[in-house]
Structures are given as C-alpha cells and as structure tokens.
C-alpha cells in the first residue's frame, strides 16, 4: 500500500496509480469472462469504471489504515493490498482463496491488509468501519477507517446511524459514497430527491464533499484531507465520488436501463485514459504506457493462472471456522 | 369456477415467471391489491419475476429506493388504510434488516389493537441455498419466523403450488410470508392460460406428493424434490415411501402426517437449514409429545450442517442433504 | 376533531385547544398517580408538558386523517379524539380498554378516529404512516397522515428511511418531531452533532420547519401549511416542535440530569399557560378559565373512575384476535 | 483462584444489581473490553444495571444515539481490532432492529471470511414477560437465533450463574447473546467481595438444580424457578423431580440431560415463549432422534401460547407457563 505524503501526486506516484488501476481492470475483465462462460456459479458485481476511487482513497491511507467495502468490493480488496492469486481463487471458491472458498466474490476479505471484508447487505459495514475507527480512538493508533458504499446505499438505515454516530463520536472516518449513479437498475433520481448526496452530511454536522470519481488525482486530494482530518481527531468526511459503472449491476444484468451515449460519454472519461492523458503531460511515452500495460496484464493473468489451477477445498473444510471454541 | 363440464386450458411456465402470473392474476381481480420493492416494478424485478406488471397496473407497482424497513412498514400502514399489500423482500436473507417491522409490527399489529384491523400484506422473498450466492443470500430464512405467532408462512415447492398459494396468501386476511426458492426457478409446471380460482391452493392444507405404506418423509420446496428422488430409489429397493409437503408451514397440516403416520410408524423430515430452532425439529416436537405411540422407531431429522451456507460448490453442496443421504436414513429406519 | 380552516383561530376555537390540553394534562396526571401508587404494573412516558404538540397538529386535520405515534402516546390518541375512558382503561388493562388489555400504555390505538397506534419500538411507526399516506395518494382520499415520534428517535435507520421514501414519493406526511430535548436520559446534544433536527429535511429535498412547541397557535399555523403542502399532492414535511418532557421519561426515572432551573424555566412556558394568556388577550375573563379547568376536571375524573369500575379481560380473551382465519 | 485453604468473603446482591459486578470485574482485568449502549454510561442504564461503570472506566463506557444496527456494527468492527466489545440491547425485543447484524454480521463474520478473526463480542439484552411490559417489550427473544450457527446464547437463571456466565462470555472468543431476564431482576444471591475467577460459569454446562429419579425437568430463567416450585409440591406427592437448567442454549449441553434421561426416562420441558421453533421443541428433537430408546413415556412441552404477550396482568400470567401446570403435568407423565 503506497503511502502518499506530498501534496500532488509524483510522476512515479502517478504511474504507480495508474498500475494499481490497470491491476484492477484486467482483474475485473478475467472475472467477467469466467462469469459469462460459467466458469463460476451465482453471482459477481464488477468494478470496471470505478477504479480511481478505490485507488484514489487507499492510496491516502497508511499501513494499519483499514478498509469496508461492499460485494462490488474486488478493486477496493486489491487496491488494499491483497494478493490477485488468492482473490481469484476466492471468487473461483478454491481452498486457497482469501476466504478457503467460503465468502465467494461477494465477500473478499483480507485482515492481514486492512481489508476488513466485503459485505453482501447493503449498508452493514458501514458501522463496522466506525467500530475499527473506535477502536483506534480508543487504542489511540491513529489509524483511520474507510468505508466505501454506494448511492443506493445511502437510502438504507444503517447509513444514518452510522453517520450520526461516527459524527459525534468524532470518529476517524471515511464514508466514501461511490455514486456511479445506479442502484441495481434504478437510477438514482427515481430513489431519493436530492441526489447532491454530499449535501446529507451537513445534517449530521459532518463535512461533505463531492468529487470526480473518475480522476485519481482529484480523488486522492480530497482523501487526503479527509485522512488528515480524522488523524489529528477532526472526525470523520463524506465523500461523494461521482463516477460510473461502466458494466451491467451483476452478472444476469445486460444494463438496458442506460439511455443512450450515456456509457460512451463515461468511456471517453474512463478513469484510466484520464490518468494516462495526465501521464502523457508529465511526458511520460506511449511505449512507457504500453509497456506498463502488457506488464500488467501478464501479471494478473498469471496470477489468475495460478488460481484455476488450486484445489477444491475438501467437503470437511465447511465444518471449520464456526466457532473458536465450542 | 371449472365446472366439471370445462376443462380449462393450460399453459407451461417456470417456477421464476409463474410469480409475475400469480401477482398480475390478484392485480387483476381485486383493485386493492397493489405491490411494492426494490426494482419490481420498471426493471421486471431482479430475478426478472415481475415483468410487465409495472405496464399493467401502473402506480399501483411501486418502484422502492433501498430501504427495507420502509418498504414492510408503508406496507402495514397501507393496509390498514384498506389496500391489501404485497411487498418483495428480494433475498430472504434481508428480512434480517426489517425483522423488526416483520416479527413487532406486522405480526403483532392486529393482537396489539385487540382485533381493531386486518393486516392483508403478503411479503415475498427468494428464499434457499444450492445457486452459490454465498452465506448472506442463501439462507432459510422461513426458520427465523416460527416462535412468531401471527405470521402465516408459506414455501411451495412446485409451480403450480406457487401459483395458487400466493394467490391465496394475497387474498388472506393475516399477515403472510411467502418464501420463493431460488433453487426451483428452472422448474416448469402448467397453470390455466386464463386466471381461474379453481388453480387457488389454500394455505394449511399438506400434499401427499407420493403414496406410500414403510415410511413417512416430509419436506418442502428444494428438498420436496429430492425427497420424491429418494423414493424412487427406495422403491427400487422395495421400500414405499410416502412423500408429504406441508407446502405451509403456519398453519401446518399436522392431520395430514399423522395419518400417514398411521400407516408408516416412520418419520423422517427433511429440511433445507441447520437443525436447532427449525420446523423440522418442531415437527418432531409436536408428533413425539402428542402422537409418541404411532412410532416404531425414532424419528429423524435430516438438515443441513449447523453452519452458515458456505460459497464453494463443493461446499454448499455438501452443505445441503442429499438424495442419497435422504434414501440411506429412510432405508435404515425401515429396517430399525 | 376539530376542522380549523380559518388562518388563525378564533376565541371559540382557542377555547377549544385549551380544552384539549387542559384534558391531556388532567388524564396524564391521574395515570401518572395510578403507577405512582402500583395501581398499574409496567410502565408508562408520560406527556405534560408537550400538549400543544398533538392538539395543535390533530386540530389542522380533519375526519379521514390519521396519526401514528409512540409509548408516549396518551396525549396524541386522546387529541385525535379517542375516547378518555377507554383510553384509561386500557392502560389499567381493562377488557372495555381501547385494545382489550392487550396493548397497555404503550400501545393505546383507536383506528375508528384514525388514530393508527402507539408503537414500543422506537421509530417503528413512520412508515406506517407513509403507507397511510402511500393509500390515500393511490385511492384519492386527499387524506394526510401525521407522525409524531422525539428528537432521539431522530437517529434510527425508520427515520431515514421513511423520510426519503415519503419525499420521493411525494406522500402526504407531516413528520412531526416532538423535540422535548432528551431520548430517555441523553440530552440530544449527546447523541447528535448538529441538534437543529430541521435542518436534516433538506438531505431529502423536503421542506423542514422549527416551531415553537409550546405556543398550540404556533403549531397550528405551521401544521396546516404542511397539511395544505400535502394535501395538495406538494409532498411530505419535517416539523420540528420544541418542546419540553416535564415528568421523567417513564414511570421509573426522577429525572435527576436535569440541569438546574431547566425545568422551571419551562414550567414558565407551559403551553397550558400560554394558551390561557392568549385568551385573556382576547378578553376572556378568570372565571371563565376556572370554570373550564373545573368541567375538564370533572368529566376525565368521571371517565378515570368508569374505566376503574370495568371487568378485567377474561382469560381466555388471550387468544382472541393472533389471526382472522386459521 | 481460590483454593482449599481460603474461602472467599460473599456479599449479597441482586440480579439487576450483580449485572455491573460482573461488568465491572471484566473492565478491571482486561483492558481490552469496553462497554457501550443507550444510556449505558452517564445514566447508570435503563435498569440502573450499568451504575458507577462511567464513572470507573471513563471513555471505555459509552452512550450511544438510539442506533442499534450501529452499535452493534460498531462492536463487531472495534472486535476486529483488537476490542472485546460488550454491546447493551435494553429490551432483548430490540433484537429485531439490529437482526441483521447480529444474524448476517455477527455471527457470520468469522466463517465467511474463512477464519481470518476472532469475534469476540458480548450482547447484552433484557428479556422476557411477567412485568406488565406488554407485546413489544416482554419477548423471550433466545428462540429467534436457535437456527443461526454462530452466535452462543447464554440465559442465566440466578445471580450467581449470571455473574460466572457473564464473565465467561466476555472472556469467550465467539460471539455471545447473554439475555438477562427482567422479571428476575429482584432475584438475591451472593458474589465474592472480591473479583475471584473461580466463580467463573462456563459457558456449555447445565446445572442439575434438584436431584431425582422419577421425571426430568428441563427449564431456564423464570421457568427454572418455577419448576423448582413445582418439584417441591410433586415431592410432596411421593414423585421425585430432577430440575436442570441448561444455562446455555447454544452450545447445549445434551449429556447432562441425557444422564438424567437414563435414570428417569421421562421428560418434561417447560420453556418461555410459544412451543414452535423454539429451544424447547428443539430439544425434544434432540432426544427422540438421538435417545428415542430412553423415554418411557412421551417427553412434554409445556410452554407459552402462541399468541404474543399480552399487557394486562390477567392475560400475561395466564400466558406464562405455571408452577401447578408444571406439576400437574409432570405427575401425569410419571403416572403414564
Ligand atoms: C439490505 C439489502 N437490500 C437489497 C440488496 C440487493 N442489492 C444488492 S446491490 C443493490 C444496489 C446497491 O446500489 P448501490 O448502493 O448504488 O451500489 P452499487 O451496486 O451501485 O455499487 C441492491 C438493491 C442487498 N444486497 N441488501
Ligand atoms: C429500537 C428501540 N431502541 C430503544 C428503545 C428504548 N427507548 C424507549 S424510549 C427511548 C427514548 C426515545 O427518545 P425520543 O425519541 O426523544 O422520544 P421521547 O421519549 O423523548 O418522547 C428509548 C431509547 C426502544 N423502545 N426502541
Ligand atoms: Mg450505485
Ligand atoms: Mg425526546
């Protein structure tokens, strides 16, 4: 996990972003394939489009730093620092994926990284994350908190609870709301009325603040300032990340809802064209880039390689892990 | 109303589309009905079950932001103004996020008020394991409702049985769960091509889905199916099983076992979901302390492990009883 | 229940809203000697003090309108019109009580005057009143429903969630909250970073109000714009009334966390009180004030010792009323 | 430890008051454990069962909004790092807003994620009828969670058992919902004056309150009183009773009832709540399937109605199981 301190982003920063971001992308698109020729069962919900905000954030964070997300969570597990082999092995439920095979794609979790977890309910670790940030309040850490949900959830419970709570607790987190503008097939518009959804915070007596979700730059200053916040004791920050899911809501979903040229006009601003076009002004070389993205790619196929070629876990296996004790 | 004259037309549909038919069915009959959720409506639902109703019946399909505790509670408030509710819970797993508005509101509203209202909502949900949606979007969730008096539960386990009891759930007057089992989805069936309430199945009436005179095995939805399996193979081995979906389980048709008990002496039950706390071993509870005497042999309880649904297919499929499991225990009890 | 239609009330109508309160205060007095005594188990929260709350709103509506509120209910049933010695005889659990001694305290209910019920579980209700609502938009009734819950229920998942989907919606509800400063023993500035509570109306686009909790003329006014918003299909409303828990909150808490003087201060500003200066603004004279004190007196007495004279439930009654059909 | 040679000073408490004992001890000897729930802190708790904790260990105690579904979030992600969080649910009713946490988070944290973490949080709640708290506040709430693998339920029955019980779920590594019963608030006992681990209660282990031959008597907290009651008439009636009280409902301990089984081969379970899918019937499950051979007579469930609980004193103490119907029904049985 990159630990940034200077106030914008380096040119080796920026290709390291950039790197982490193309990680995700082929990770993604690997997953989508198996998902389409069934080589999985069930259901996945891929992250192709939003890779800047999970990148952006975490690369605002330091070792100790933790992380929720939900079950659109395997950019923000890798971006955390977890190894590619083991979450595909994961989603392939193989005995050596970060979870034995037992939480699937909708539940990648890596605690030795922070990556305290993908949820599957909507909204449910949002307090899970104001608990890690309690307890470094309490254990005096520093370490802060980050939870990343999306627009829809920000019309279930336990956002408002959460929000309250970790506002006058005066906890060291960040809620970051990845507003790729859908809810399953609802657009946000047709769920609440005010779709500023930064502006909820004032209500709660929290900063709120909106950015492009799709510039890794842009995301990983407002991050910043939201992290030094929560270190020096401010409490935590809303941040709306506006960005776009540039695949259907999961695996049976063709996204017919979309109107029209509205998927291209975010392709145009895919977040990693946008962190290339930066590169190339820092005079960075198409052969740089495409050498960085063939690296890429054969790591990550690689490492997906590796995963199908795993065990099943034995059928016993499901008995372990109830209990500590019993 | 079929007359003995008539017989009506049939059409084959699946387990999935059959619920789109069995709520524009009720939409259509009685103007009060109307249904609420979270992409039920323009999107045809997320399991694509309620396509075309939202054309159909406009404002009275209400798309829902996603919030599960509104969405059960506007229900109650609704029906108590006099329309008769359904609401979709997509997975069942997410009761556990309005469990309080289902198990202290719903369920308690009418004996609370001392009978001043009827609380007509019926509350859908996918319910089961065996599709690798992982241990949060798996569960059985229709185990959590039992020690919840003034909830009627319902899981049908056949296309038909789905059509004319969420028929029939719509039009109860008592609160009503209604558990869809992700696992039937594929499964075909053949219901009337015009709505006919000659189709309507009502709730607390058990089906014996297989004659038989050795053994008595009860099971509902997924395990209905591998129960019918097993006594195949147990014919093939000369035993005759008798096969017994409750089809609801509040009200639950104990006559129905009982008497097949009569001729069987012999219980297994089989249920999806760990044992403790389940409606298997209720079922048990209530033979084994009113009717000791009919049996010959202890009765058995075949579940799941006492674990959460784990992911992997290997897994989860162990996790579910098996066909197999389900003839060997059956076998056995036969021989006792 | 009074249909008040003209901008503000008249001495008749003033008269009348005192009346009310007057008629609230006296029955919560009598309960509140009932548990002092352990003429009652359990509990009960009491509602001195926050009259001109439920008189001032119930008054904006009309026949066809209902209410939804909490265990601190009494005063809000009774505005709506339910009647004194039912109400009183089901909190001593008396078989001619409103719910036959099934409900108690918490749960008065009287649907035959859209009262729609008292609910134990905090926040539990607001959704009920948006299906309440969510009827009258879909069968044309033009009728409102009105949801009365405190400043700490302000903070559970219900709250948001009804208050989005009632925007939405556009549903025809007026979130009535009684802040009365304290959830239980926490002053609201505990549990909650920004305590001007109408300020979270603009999260769900929807307009939020502060009046005065106190003044029934205040609340009036501000109840039948929200009422005229709704009616007219404009949508829900937050009206936020300040106000004031002059007993502890139940029957068991003497309230000790109060900071010296609180209380008198608001003693001073009983909406009993004030509703009286009003009148003898308008001339009305001190027998007159007596008199009535004395007839609202007499009559809820007379209902306290007819509810005292009832049978006890039978029983078997226990079993009444789980199903409808089973 | 105490050991042969000394023996601890006891003071005398109640159940309401030995709650912050117990609490208080487990603050004092790990650091790691913290408190927190509505009005926990300052106010001392709803049931003044938290007093003077605030006030001892500052900002390890605290006050939380009315927020469930966050507390319990909360102490699910503090035990993750590090915490040995204890969360208060005032009425154990209250479970339902925070369902979801408690059935989808809590107690599937640590499976989902393939044993990555310990969870090692404690909920707190107050449950049960018989103080006039009518149908929203008096919910045995223990048979809610029977059919959720991971979540230990604990149900104290007498101040000691609830201050060794206590300790023991605070100190254990899995999740715990410890219900303490409010209608044995007023209940005495005796503590050590001092905090003394030998008073720790393990979790798993029932305790034979009355030894007999004739009839076993399974009950829990309220009922566990009354059956002892009900032991004493039938002794005058020359019928001796075994009482035990399980403590623990998950994990159970079967053995203690099974040995009990072998010498008196009648069972008799009197159980808080309405009879389906609660532990009751759970248990009687367990014996029949597993131990059919030992019951001479059919085992008996005596429990609630299936009805809610409702408010007035005439109907709740006729809803609550009694010490005569214990008795009556026990006798019958030894008579079978
Ligand atoms: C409590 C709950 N309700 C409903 C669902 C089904 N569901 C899964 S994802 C989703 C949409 C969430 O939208 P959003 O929060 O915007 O996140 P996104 O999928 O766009 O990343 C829904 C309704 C769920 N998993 N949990
Ligand atoms: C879900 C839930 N949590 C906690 C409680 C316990 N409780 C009852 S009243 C109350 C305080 C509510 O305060 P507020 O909303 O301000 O209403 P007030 O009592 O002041 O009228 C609490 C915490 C409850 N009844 N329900
Ligand atoms: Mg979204
Ligand atoms: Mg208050």
């Known amino acids: 996990m990159t630990a940034v301190t200077a106030p914008t982003a380096t040119r080796a920063e920026l290709i390291d972003l950039l790197r982490r971001m193309r990680e995700i992308r082929i990770f993604e698109d690997i997953v989508q394939d198996w998902f389409t020729r069934a080589v999985v069962r069930g259901s996945t919900h891929l992250y192709q489009g939003q890779e800047a905000v999970a990148v952006g954030v975490t690369s605002a964070l330091r070792v100790g730093d933790t992380t929720t997300c939900t079950y659109r969570g395997h950019g923000t597990v890798l971006a955390q620092g977890a190894p590619l082999d083991r979450s595909f092995g994961e989603i392939l439920g193989k005995a050596g994926g970060l979870c034995g095979g037992k939480g699937g794609s909708m539940h990648l979790t890596d605690l030795s990284m922070g990556a305290l977890g993908s949820f599957a309910i909507v909204g449910a670790h949002l307090p899970i994350s104001a608990g890690a940030g309690w307890a470094a309040q309490l254990l005096g850490t520093g370490a802060v908190s980050a939870t990343f949900f999306g627009d829809g959830a920000s019309n279930i419970g336990t956002f408002h609870e959460t929000m309250n709570l970790a506002a006058i607790w005066r906890l060291p987190v960040l809620f970051v709301l990845e507003n790729n503008l859908y809810g399953e097939y609802s657009p946000i518009g047709t769920t609440t009325v005010n779709t500023n959804l930064s502006e909820r915070a004032a209500g709660y007596g929290m900063p709120g603040i909106r950015v492009d979700g799709n510039d890794v730059l842009a995301v990983l200053e407002v991050a910043r300032t939201a992290v030094r916040r929560a270190r020096e004791g401010e409490g935590p920050t809303l941040i709306e990340a506006m960005t776009y899911r540039q695949s259907g809501h999961s695996r049976s979903d063709p996204a017919k809802y979309r109107p029209a040229g509205e998927l291209d006009a975010w392709l145009a601003r895919d977040p990693i064209l946008l962190a290339e076009a930066h590169l190339r002004d820092l005079g960075v070389g198409e052969s740089e880039l495409t050498a960085l993205a063939a690296d890429v790619t054969t790591r990550v196929r690689a490492a997906a390689d590796r995963a199908l070629s795993w065990d099943e876990p034995s059928a016993q296996s499901r008995f372990d892990d109830v209990w500590v004790t019993s | ?121 019926t509350i859908r949900m996918a319910n089961g394991a065996g599709a690798g949606f992982g241990p949060q979007h798996s569960q059985a969730a229709e185990n959590w409702f039992l020690n919840v008096p003034g909830l009627k539960i319902v899981v049908p386990g056949t296309v038909e049985d789905l059509y004319g009891l969420l028929r029939s759930a719509i039009r109860d007057n008592d609160p009503v769960l209604f558990f869809e089992h992700k696992n039937l989805f594929a499964l075909k069936g053949r219901v009337p091509a015009e709505p006919d309430d000659s189709f309507l199945v009502p709730l607390g009436v058990a089906a014996v889905v297989r004659e038989g005179s050795d053994v008595t095995v009860v099971a509902t939805q997924q395990m209905r199916h591998r129960a019918v399996e097993a006594a195949a193979s147990l014919a093939a081995q000369g035993i005759s099983a008798e096969v017994i979906d409750p089809r609801t389980l509040v009200p639950f048709d104990l006559a129905t076992v009982v008497t097949s008990l009569r001729k069987t002496s012999r219980l297994v039950v089989v249920q999806e979901g760990p044992p403790d706390g389940g409606w298997g071993a209720t079922l048990i509870s209530a033979v084994t302390t009113q009717h000791f005497e009919l049996l010959d042999a202890p009765p058995v309880l075949i579940a799941s492990d006492a674990t959460p649904v784990p992911y992997s297919s290997q897994l989860e499929d162990a996790w579910l009883p098996a066909a197999a499991q389900i003839t060997s225990e059956a076998a056995r009890l036969v021989g006792y």
Chains 1, 3 share one sequence.
């Open chain 2, 1 to 121: 109303m079929t007359t003995l004259l008539e017989t009506p037309r049939l059409v084959e549909i699946n387990y999935r589309k059959v619920i789109a038919r069995a709520l524009a069915d009720e939409l259509a009959t009685d103007p009060t009905v109307v249904f609420l959720g979270e992409d039920v409506g323009t999107a045809g639902g997320a399991f694509t079950s309620t396509e075309g109703l939202k054309e159909r019946f406009g404002d009275r399909v209400r798309d829902t932001p996603i919030s599960e505790q509104a969405i059960v509670g506007t229900a109650v408030g609704a029906a108590l103004m006099g329309l008769r509710p359904v609401a979709e819970i997509m997975f069942a797993d997410f009761a556990g996020v309005c469990f309080d508005q289902l198990v202290n509101t719903l369920a308690k509203y009418r004996y609370t008020s001392g009978g001043q209202a009827t609380v007509p909502v």
